[in-house]
């Protein structure tokens, strides 16, 4: 990860999310080998080899030959894909763990708001198991963004709250 850590939390436009991608899995699986992986415990916290001060950055390759199933596609940077996995599906369990406040602190804005989208759109797919329309299980699809019903064709997505953060300074100085 880079060595600047941001002055405030996710500012920045994040990543692309770049939809139309999640159609096409061939060219997910290709960007697999890599892609930077973000892995989130169940409690939301980012769990990576390293220290807080130097934590690694994860590549698929290096975590799985081939890229699996729980893999959901965050989108893209100038670097190349991301990806976010629950740490339940590694054979390991990795030493350094982070929260998300301590997060957009100690890490530069765009593997801050990485984290906070990894974070939130597992949270949702724990949260999201079965239809809400019949109660049959769903199955995730669009690489993470979409659960659908094999019962009754409902499709469900994350919510998306629009919300602003602004920061009122006057140089140095934080006011609001």
């Given amino acids: 990860m880079g060595a ?7 500012r920045g436009p994040g990543l692309d999310r770049s939809e139309l991608m999640r159609e096409r899995p061939d060219d997910l699986r290709v960007r697999w080998a890599h892609a930077r992986v973000l892995v989130v415990d169940t409690d939301g916290n980012a769990r990576f080899p390293g220290t807080v001060e ?10 799985m030959a081939e890229m699996p199933e729980a893999a959901s596609f965050l ?6 894909a991301w990806f976010a996995l629950p740490h339940e599906i590694l054979p390991e369990p990795m030493p350094g763990r982070l929260d998300l406040r ?19 759109l597992l949270h949702w797919q724990q949260r999201n198991r079965f239809c809400g329309g019949c109660g049959h299980a769903l199955a995730l699809c669009k690489s993470g963004y979409c659960a659908r019903c094999a019962n ?10 629009p919300a602003i953060i ?10 609001l």
């Fill in 75 to 80: 989108g893209l940077s100038d670097d190349g």
């Fill in 102 to 120: 301590s997060a957009a602190h100690a890490w530069p804005a765009l593997e801050a708001a990485a984290l906070a989208q990894a974070r939130a």
């Fill in 54 to 63: 130097a934590p690694e950055l994860l590549f698929g390759a290096s975590l």
């Fill in 4 to 10: 600047t850590p941001p002055g405030y939390a996710f």
């Fill in 166 to 175: 602004v920061a009122v300074t006057d140089g140095d100085r934080l006011l």
């Fill in 152 to 161: 009754c064709g409902l499709e469900h997505y994350p919510r998306t709250d």
